[in-house]
């Protein structure tokens, strides 16, 4: 693999193919890229290109292949698990830039888009057709479509309508060699007796290529929306409310649970919600459907809420009302960070039925390590977010807010759940994917990203622990492990 | 006809590979073996004998199956607790997510391969591995696991599936409406997609004679179904959607997939005779009394973006059709190549 | 108390500010110049960002960052998207500021900042006579010849209307004024500030002002000794200058106990006077200080305004939505006004481009932002269009004309006259 140095005869070449404006070399002006929102990995690239049409990727990524060159892919930077990412030895292929929605489809309920395509803006475009994108990650104001596509993100009406993956119905993509495959088609992300390549390609985590045009399923907006709001004096109660629900037979739209630290945080905010700050938690349920059955489900949810003991039960009036509800749990992340400078977003799922054992587990590993832990998470699919704030200027705090996420992630993965459910692994869980998979595990998904990447040099030290090609960012677990004194990847 | 291997136990996949059986055609319940190419020599590894249901975890929405499981027994095993497996299509599961699964069917309803969550598995050379998880929501590593849906066994042998449940909806009818002329018919689908609780299961059948019938699963609130089925005078039929066709005993079939918009043009290509389904997912089949006829239908599919295979028919013929992308169809041989190296798994 | 500006270690200062920022990124989609470019570095979420590294000392060339932040609105709309409560216009005022002093900006933008801004603009008197000047040129049709010759920035003969009669130019008779007969005074005293730019270029809008006031009763006072805000001067990094001119004006309204103004702008960098100043007279005077539309909102209109049978849209001035929180007390007077219909344009709190003299010293992207809000404004219908500040309506009109557009551009106080003005 070249070393940093390599990029700098390239820069004449990249310049010129792509023009001066659409290349940024400045090493002070590159420190803006240096991380996502995983702000515990940071590294300078080597350069950033700003990519506008299909053509500059391609042109971009021929150069980089002759000079064997690693690179990134980036969208807005929300990533919150270093996916974007970059070595010094690397150039970012910043994507920011592709933000036209291509082609709408209603009768066939499909979009074209760039990846640069800000999810929110996306339903926006449709929305006066009835239609719209249905993942929506909590920075689906600012994440882009290519992101989505690249970490398979997720959003609280996943539980309902399913991750990105269940939204793609295709991508064209430009190949690390700077060649193009068309993958799948608006009718469908696999052919009759092909292989499900655009299934593959979405969650890859920006390894196997960058997908410059995208197809996703728009879906029709629902005859009735009700979103229902509890309190509750324990996290317990909220939690077996959670499962009243899902034992019913009711498919909720999304089951949000927010505990007392996020909602003091978010009241705090200018995200603030109205949320009862006495409460231990809140419980978001969002009901959708035809007119009838919505009534009917609210009515049942109300029951279960009273019979749980609900401190309080509030429903959304009117759309307005029901975007204030929302707001707090969309803005819950940056909201933590009036707790300390900064703030570590864990991701970890455990069967749904495991939630109290995980939260007192969570609660358990806090004490231990002297950090508060707070928790917001998609409660219908068991998938945690505890949020750990802390002083990234202390070392000793950072050391034990690793290891605190350490042990998280484990106790995850022995009540039979998930490092990760939505985040991704990026560069922050190589230490922690081996608690999932073993060597030969590994072994088959290099296999698989080698047909894609034979060079290793598409967002390489991503995702695979010590597979990578890239041996700067790779380090960084074992570097930090041994900065921090904690136990590194095996 | 050669040796069948038939495990009785996962391990003994492994075991079996390891010692290097030669070519191997991997078998579930046998169900679609016409539409594998022929592969004369071959050993066969039935699994149909991996037939449990090993975890059931109706409150995580969740449960753990071995590939030779029949649909119908984890069906009466869902039954008891509300649930069922939104996916349309019989044999074993195994089997099922291999070949072309199907749902939920109605446009904008997803895709088969959410519903497989992770599983465990053995490469061609008897090394097992697994991918994904068996909680409802994971993206842990790559999904080699979803590469199994239409591999058609050729990639690697799954030996263990974990899948994703639903509750069954409270209210569930089977309606028909059939002899329709094809307009008749597409105002009739339109319909149905615009309920403001839309059929889960939507399709589009043609018979052998040329009429058309329409038939949807409306589910939700038994109030409301009803309300639905009688405002489109529907009637009630059978429970089952009529995908896949029958094989027939000649001439050949066609299995695409096509969009509402294309709808119409693609029953205009069709042959004058001979049974034709669309559901509302977007995949099709059509019966073709001959090659000729069968590739006029192609040609048209290629021309308006359908993408489009034959079946069914003579072996020479199988496989067929419009052609893909050649990035794409690169990446799909580099992937075989990658996973199966020696290429034993027929 | 707050810290000033351009103390020693101005940046050291901001520093622990930006680590509020946990890098969440909520606030890019609305920043204006990251709408227009697509470069995270001018975003705000990353303008952040390199502010810190230059506080951490891991920027080797400070003058490399330094068109990120140059070009930077100063607009705010990220404060008002910021769940952590960063406070963006502090930290880029205070590294402005540090920048500044370290090299000062060359060539002609440098001459505008520096010469033009304090010697000019901030001293009411050569404002006068340099718009006398212009108008006496514009007369004899030297406007094109001094645009041909660069005797003025090509930008600034782009967007800068026609200068005005002398009659429209003139001042503000200052002093205690009442209200006229006939209408019921309600006892109370307010202090209008009449601002730089908005006598010579909006007399009208100063005038309207007054007349409004005093038809809902209020007696106003104009204070002679008042002066430019320093608003722009802040901006541009010169804190020191804008503290000469704070410091005049809170001496110019001590015996004054509502001080209102009708330029977000200036309202804004005068309810920051605590922070500018670091003294407790500044931070007294700030609370002093209230939008003409903030006041009359709460207050309340008693004389009703002229009809006006025509549809409006109000756009969201950024100093005064994100500056000052005032976001529907415009609408709530402009609703007031018989036979006038309200629409709204979307993403109304985005910024139009103009931002102090930004449209002069980032020509390009202030016309690529300007040309996105009148676009956004041209698609509701409206034939009017209102808002709250002076470099807001030269921006916006100097857009609606090159668009061929027949809408004007009024400030929300003008209408609210009632049907016949004294006099």
Same mark, same amino acid.
């Given at each position: 693999?070249?070393?940093?140095?390599?990029?700098?005869?390239?820069?004449?070449?990249?310049?010129?193919?792509?023009?001066?404006?659409?290349?940024?070399?400045?090493?002070?002006?590159?420190?803006?890229?240096?991380?996502?929102? *995983?702000?515990?990995?940071?590294?300078?690239?080597?350069?950033?290109?700003?990519?506008?049409?299909?053509?500059?990727?391609?042109?971009?990524?021929?150069?980089?292949?002759?000079?064997?060159?690693?690179?990134?892919?980036?969208?807005?930077?929300?990533?919150?698990?270093?996916?974007?990412?970059?070595?010094?030895?690397?150039?970012?292929?910043?994507?920011?830039?592709? $933000?036209?929605?291509?082609?709408?489809?209603?009768?066939?309920?499909?979009?074209?888009?760039?990846?640069?395509?800000?999810?929110?803006?996306?339903?926006?475009?449709?929305?006066?057709?009835?239609?719209?994108?249905?993942?929506?990650?909590?920075?689906?104001?600012?994440?882009? %479509?290519?992101?989505?596509?690249?970490?398979?993100?997720?959003?609280?009406?996943?539980?309902?309508?399913?991750?990105?993956?269940?939204?793609?119905?295709?991508?064209?993509?430009?190949?690390?060699?700077?060649?193009?495959?068309?993958?799948?088609?608006?009718?469908?992300?696999?052919?009759?007796?092909?292989?499900?390549?655009?299934?593959?390609?979405?969650?890859?985590?920006?390894?196997?290529?960058?997908?410059?045009?995208?197809?996703?399923?728009?879906?029709?907006?629902?005859?009735?929306?009700?979103?229902?709001?509890?309190? *509750?004096?324990?996290?317990?109660?909220?939690?077996?409310?959670?499962?009243?629900?899902?034992?019913?037979?009711?498919?909720?739209?999304?089951?949000?649970?927010?505990?007392?630290?996020?909602?003091?945080?978010?009241?705090?905010?200018?995200?603030?919600?109205?949320?009862?700050?006495?409460?231990?938690?809140?419980?978001?349920?969002?009901?959708?459907?035809?007119?009838?059955?919505?009534?009917?489900?609210?009515?049942?949810?109300?029951?279960?809420?009273? $019979?749980?003991?609900?401190?309080?039960?509030?429903?959304?009036?009117?759309?307005?009302?029901?975007?204030?509800?929302?707001?707090?749990?969309?803005?819950?992340?940056?909201?933590?960070?009036?707790?300390?400078?900064?703030?570590?977003?864990?991701?970890?799922?455990?069967?749904?039925?495991?939630?109290?054992?995980?939260?007192?587990?969570?609660?358990?590993?806090?004490?231990?390590?002297?950090?508060?832990?707070?928790?917001?998470?998609?409660?219908?699919?068991?998938?945690?977010?505890?949020?750990?704030?802390?002083?990234?200027?202390?070392?000793?705090?950072?050391?034990?807010?690793?290891?605190?996420?350490?042990?998280?992630?484990?106790?995850?993965?022995?009540?039979?759940?998930?490092?990760?459910?939505?985040?991704? %692994?990026?560069?922050?869980?190589?230490?922690?994917?081996?608690?999932? *998979?073993?060597?030969?595990?590994?072994?088959?998904?290099?296999?698989?990203?080698?047909?894609?990447?034979?060079?290793?040099?598409?967002?390489?030290?991503?995702?695979?622990?010590?597979?990578?090609?890239?041996?700067?960012?790779?380090?960084?677990?074992?570097?930090?492990?041994?900065?921090?004194?904690?136990?590194?990847?095996? | 006809?050669?040796?069948?291997?038939?495990?009785?136990?996962?391990?003994?996949?492994? &075991?079996?590979?390891?010692?290097?059986?030669?070519?191997?055609?991997?078998?579930?319940?046998?169900?679609?073996?016409?539409?594998?190419?022929?592969?004369?020599?071959?050993?066969?590894?039935?699994?149909?004998?991996?037939?449990?249901?090993?975890?059931?975890?109706?409150?995580? #929405?969740?449960?753990?199956?071995?590939?030779?499981?029949?649909?119908?027994?984890?069906?009466?095993?869902?039954?008891? &607790?509300?649930?069922?497996?939104?996916?349309?299509?019989?044999?074993?599961?195994?089997?099922?997510?291999?070949?072309?699964?199907?749902?939920?069917? =109605? &446009?904008?309803?997803?895709?088969?391969?959410?519903?497989?969550?992770?599983?465990?598995?053995?490469?061609?050379?008897?090394?097992?591995?697994?991918?994904?998880?068996?909680?409802?929501?994971?993206?842990?590593?790559?999904?080699? &696991?979803?590469?199994?849906?239409?591999?058609?066994?050729?990639?690697?042998?799954?030996?263990?599936?974990?899948?994703?449940?639903?509750?069954?909806?409270?209210?569930?009818?089977?309606?028909?409406?059939?002899?329709?002329?094809?307009?008749? =018919?597409?105002?009739?689908?339109?319909?149905?997609?615009?309920?403001?609780?839309?059929?889960?299961?939507?399709?589009?059948?043609?018979?052998?004679?040329?009429?058309?019938?329409? /038939?949807?699963?409306?589910?939700?609130?038994?109030?409301?179904?009803?309300?639905?089925?009688?405002?489109?005078?529907?009637?009630?039929?059978?429970?089952?959607?009529?995908?896949?066709?029958?094989?027939?005993?000649?001439?050949?079939?066609?299995?695409?997939?096509?969009?509402?918009?294309?709808?119409?043009? #693609?029953?205009?290509?069709?042959?004058?005779?001979?049974?034709?389904?669309?559901?509302?997912?977007?995949?099709?089949?059509? /019966?073709?009394?001959?090659?000729?006829?069968?590739?006029?239908?192609?040609?048209? /599919?290629?021309?308006?973006? /359908?993408?489009?295979?034959?079946?069914?028919?003579?072996?020479?013929?199988?496989?067929?059709?419009?052609?893909?992308?050649?990035?794409?169809?690169?990446?799909?041989?580099?992937?075989?190549? =990658?996973?199966?190296?020696?290429?034993?798994?027929? | 108390?707050?810290?000033?500006?351009?103390?020693?270690?101005?940046?050291?200062?901001?520093?622990?500010?930006?680590?509020?920022?946990?890098?969440?990124?909520?606030?890019?989609?609305?920043? +204006?110049?990251?709408?227009?470019?697509?470069?995270?570095?001018?975003?705000?979420?990353?303008?952040?960002?390199?502010?810190?590294?230059?506080?951490?000392?891991?920027?080797?060339?400070?003058?490399?960052?330094?068109?990120?932040?140059?070009?930077?609105?100063?607009?705010?709309?990220?404060? @008002?998207?910021?769940?952590?409560?960063?406070?963006?216009?502090?930290?880029?005022?205070? @590294?402005?500021?540090?920048?500044?002093?370290?090299? +000062?900006?060359?060539?002609?933008?440098?001459?505008?900042?520096?010469?033009?801004?304090?010697?000019?603009?901030?001293?009411?008197?050569?404002?006068?006579?340099?718009?006398?000047?212009?108008?006496?040129?514009?007369?004899?049709?030297?406007?094109?010849?001094?645009?041909?010759?660069?005797?003025?920035?090509?930008?600034?003969?782009?967007?800068?209307?026609?200068?005005?009669?002398?009659?429209?130019?003139?001042?503000?008779?200052?002093?205690?004024?009442?209200?006229?007969?006939?209408?019921?005074?309600?006892?109370?005293?307010?202090?209008?500030? @009449?601002?730089?730019?908005?006598?010579?270029?909006?007399?009208?809008?100063?005038?309207?002002?007054?007349?409004?006031?005093?038809?809902?009763?209020?007696?106003?006072?104009?204070?002679?000794?008042?002066?430019?805000?320093?608003?722009?001067?802040?901006? !541009?990094?010169?804190?020191?200058?804008?503290?000469?001119?704070?410091?005049?004006?809170?001496?110019?309204?001590?015996?004054?106990?509502?001080?209102?103004?009708?330029?977000?702008?200036?309202?804004?960098?005068?309810?920051?006077?605590?922070?500018?100043?670091?003294?407790?007279?500044?931070?007294?005077?700030?609370?002093?200080?209230?939008?003409?539309?903030?006041?009359?909102?709460?207050?309340?209109? @008693?004389?009703?305004?002229?009809?006006?049978?025509?549809?409006?849209?109000?756009?969201?001035?950024?100093?005064?939505?994100?500056?000052?929180?005032?976001?529907?007390?415009?609408?709530?007077?402009?609703?007031?006004?018989?036979?006038?219909?309200?629409?709204? !344009?979307?993403?109304?709190?985005?910024?139009?481009?103009?931002?102090?003299?930004?449209?002069?010293?980032?020509?390009?992207?202030?016309?690529?932002?300007?040309?996105?809000?009148?676009?956004?404004?041209?698609?509701?219908?409206?034939?009017?269009?209102?808002?709250?500040?002076?470099?807001?309506?030269?921006?916006?009109?100097?857009?609606?004309?090159?668009?061929?557009?027949?809408?004007?551009?009024?400030?929300?106080?003008?209408?609210?006259?009632?049907?016949?003005?004294?006099?």
């Amino acid at each position: 693999m070249p070393s940093p140095g390599a990029i700098a005869p390239l820069h004449a070449r990249l310049a010129a193919a792509l023009g001066q404006q659409r290349l940024l070399v400045s090493p002070d002006a590159l420190l803006a890229w240096e991380c996502d929102g *995983f702000t515990v990995h940071k590294s300078r690239p080597g350069a950033v290109v700003l990519a506008e049409t299909t053509e500059h990727v391609q042109t971009a990524l021929r150069i980089l292949n002759d000079a064997k060159v690693p690179f990134v892919p980036r969208g807005a930077g929300t990533c919150l698990s270093g996916g974007p990412t970059a070595g010094a030895d690397a150039v970012v292929i910043d994507c920011a830039r592709m $933000r036209r929605v291509l082609h709408v489809s209603t009768e066939d309920l499909y979009a074209v888009v760039q990846p640069g395509v800000v999810n929110l803006d996306l339903t926006t475009a449709v929305t006066c057709h009835g239609l719209h994108y249905a993942p929506d990650p909590s920075s689906q104001s600012v994440c882009t %479509i290519g992101g989505n596509l690249a970490e398979n993100s997720g959003g609280p009406h996943c539980f309902k309508y399913g991750m990105t993956r269940d939204h793609i119905l295709g991508a064209l993509v430009v190949l690390p060699d700077g060649s193009l495959a068309r993958l799948g088609s608006p009718a469908g992300s696999r052919a009759p007796q092909g292989l499900d390549v655009a299934g593959l390609f979405c969650g890859s985590e920006g390894t196997f290529g960058i997908a410059t045009e995208i197809t996703v399923r728009l879906s029709r907006n629902a005859q009735e929306v009700r979103t229902l709001l509890a309190a *509750f004096a324990d996290m317990g109660a909220a939690c077996r409310s959670v499962g009243d629900i899902l034992a019913a037979g009711l498919v909720p739209a999304a089951l949000e649970i927010l505990d007392q630290a996020t909602i003091r945080a978010v009241e705090a905010s200018v995200y603030r919600a109205g949320y009862p700050e006495d409460a231990a938690a809140v419980l978001l349920v969002e009901l959708d459907g035809a007119r009838e059955v919505v009534a009917e489900d609210a009515l049942e949810v109300r029951e279960m809420f009273a $019979r749980n003991g609900a401190l309080r039960i509030e429903e959304a009036a009117d759309a307005a009302e029901r975007k204030r509800l929302w707001k707090g749990r969309k803005g819950a992340f940056g909201a933590m960070g009036r707790i300390n400078t900064d703030l570590y977003v864990l991701d970890g799922v455990v069967p749904r039925t495991r939630l109290e054992q995980a939260l007192a587990g969570i609660a358990a590993i806090g004490e231990k390590h002297g950090m508060l832990i707070t928790n917001v998470f998609h409660a219908g699919d068991g998938n945690l977010h505890p949020n750990i704030s802390f002083d990234g200027r202390d070392a000793e705090q950072t050391r034990r807010t690793v290891a605190a996420g350490h042990e998280i992630l484990q106790l995850c993965v022995d009540l039979g759940g998930s490092i990760s459910g939505e985040h991704g %692994i990026g560069s922050e869980k190589l230490d922690h994917v081996p608690m999932m *998979f073993d060597a030969a595990d590994l072994d088959v998904m290099a296999r698989v990203r080698a047909v894609f990447d034979p060079d290793g040099r598409c967002n390489p030290g991503k995702v695979l622990p010590n597979r990578s090609a890239c041996a700067e960012v790779a380090k960084w677990p074992q570097m930090i492990a041994k900065v921090l004194d904690v136990e590194g990847p095996r | 006809m050669n040796a069948t291997f038939a495990p009785e136990r996962v391990e003994e996949v492994a &075991h079996w590979l390891r010692q290097r059986p030669g070519r191997v055609r991997v078998v579930g319940g046998g169900s679609r073996q016409h539409e594998l190419p022929d592969c004369d020599g071959a050993a066969r590894l039935g699994l149909g004998r991996l037939s449990a249901i090993e975890r059931l975890d109706p409150g995580d #929405l969740t449960c753990t199956v071995l590939p030779g499981l029949e649909r119908r027994e984890l069906d009466a095993a869902l039954a008891g &607790h509300g649930l069922e497996l939104p996916c349309l299509g019989e044999g074993t599961l195994g089997g099922l997510f291999a070949s072309d699964p199907v749902g939920p069917a =109605a &446009h904008g309803a997803g895709n088969p391969r959410g519903l497989l969550l992770g599983c465990d598995a053995v490469l061609a050379d008897g090394t097992p591995f697994k991918a994904g998880a068996r909680v409802v929501k994971s993206v842990a590593g790559f999904d080699v &696991h979803k590469l199994l849906v239409g591999s058609r066994g050729t990639l690697f042998v799954a030996t263990r599936l974990h899948l994703r449940l639903q509750a069954r909806p409270r209210a569930v009818r089977w309606v028909e409406r059939d002899e329709l002329a094809i307009d008749e =018919a597409l105002r009739l689908c339109r319909a149905l997609r615009e309920l403001p609780a839309a059929p889960d299961v939507l399709a589009l059948r043609r018979s052998d004679g040329g009429a058309y019938a329409v /038939c949807a699963r409306l589910v939700g609130r038994t109030r409301l179904v009803d309300a639905a089925a009688t405002q489109l005078a529907l009637q009630d039929r059978e429970p089952g959607a009529p995908l896949p066709l029958p094989s027939p005993a000649t001439g050949e079939v066609v299995r695409g997939l096509a969009l509402p918009s294309a709808l119409a043009g #693609l029953c205009g290509a069709l042959p004058a005779r001979g049974a034709f389904a669309w559901l509302g997912g977007g995949r099709f089949e059509a /019966c073709s009394p001959d090659p000729t006829t069968t590739d006029r239908l192609l040609a048209w /599919c290629t021309a308006n973006g /359908c993408p489009a295979t034959i079946v069914a028919g003579p072996a020479s013929r199988r496989g067929r059709g419009t052609p893909l992308d050649p990035g794409e169809a690169r990446l799909a041989h580099g992937l075989r190549t =990658a996973l199966d190296p020696d290429g034993i798994l027929a | 108390m707050a810290s000033s500006p351009d103390s020693p270690d101005t940046v050291a200062r901001s520093y622990p500010r930006t680590l509020d920022c946990v890098h969440c990124g909520l606030c890019l989609p609305t920043c +204006p110049t990251y709408q227009v470019l697509g470069v995270e570095a001018d975003s705000p979420r990353g303008r952040i960002y390199l502010m810190r590294a230059l506080a951490e000392g891991r920027v080797e060339d400070p003058q490399a960052i330094r068109p990120f932040l140059d070009r930077c609105l100063d607009c705010r709309a990220c404060e @008002t998207a910021c769940p952590s409560g960063v406070r963006y216009g502090e930290i880029l005022e205070t @590294t402005r500021a540090a920048l500044e002093r370290q090299q +000062p900006t060359p060539g002609p933008k440098g001459f505008l900042v520096r010469t033009m801004l304090w010697h000019v603009v901030a001293r009411q008197g050569r404002l006068r006579f340099a718009f006398a000047m212009m108008r006496a040129a514009e007369v004899l049709g030297l406007r094109w010849l001094a645009a041909k010759l660069r005797l003025i920035p090509r930008h600034m003969a782009e967007i800068a209307p026609p200068v005005p009669t002398a009659r429209e130019r003139r001042p503000l008779p200052t002093g205690l004024h009442k209200p006229p007969p006939g209408v019921t005074p309600r006892g109370r005293r307010v202090a209008l500030f @009449t601002g730089c730019i908005m006598e010579p270029m909006f007399g009208r809008v100063n005038r309207a002002t007054l007349d409004v006031l005093l038809q809902n009763g209020f007696e106003v006072h104009v204070p002679k000794a008042q002066g430019c805000c320093g608003a722009l001067l802040v901006h !541009a990094g010169q804190p020191e200058r804008a503290r000469q001119l704070a410091a005049a004006n809170v001496a110019a309204f001590a015996g004054d106990e509502i001080v209102v103004n009708n330029s977000a702008g200036c309202g804004c960098a005068l309810k920051e006077y605590g922070h500018l100043l670091g003294t407790p007279e500044g931070e007294a005077f700030g609370r002093k200080c209230r939008d003409v539309t903030e006041l009359l909102a709460a207050e309340g209109l @008693t004389a009703t305004p002229a009809e006006r049978p025509v549809r409006a849209v109000y756009d969201d001035p950024c100093h005064l939505c994100h500056g000052q929180g005032v976001r529907s007390q415009p609408r709530e007077l402009l609703r007031q006004v018989p036979g006038l219909q309200l629409v709204e !344009a979307e993403r109304a709190e985005d910024c139009c481009g103009s931002a102090g003299i930004y449209n002069l010293l980032q020509p390009d992207v202030a016309q690529q932002i300007g040309q996105r809000k009148v676009d956004r404004l041209q698609a509701t219908g409206a034939e009017v269009v209102v808002t709250a500040n002076p470099g807001c309506m030269l921006q916006i009109d100097s857009h609606l004309r090159r668009s061929g557009h027949p809408a004007p551009t009024l400030h929300v106080i003008e209408l609210l006259r009632p049907p016949s003005p004294p006099t």
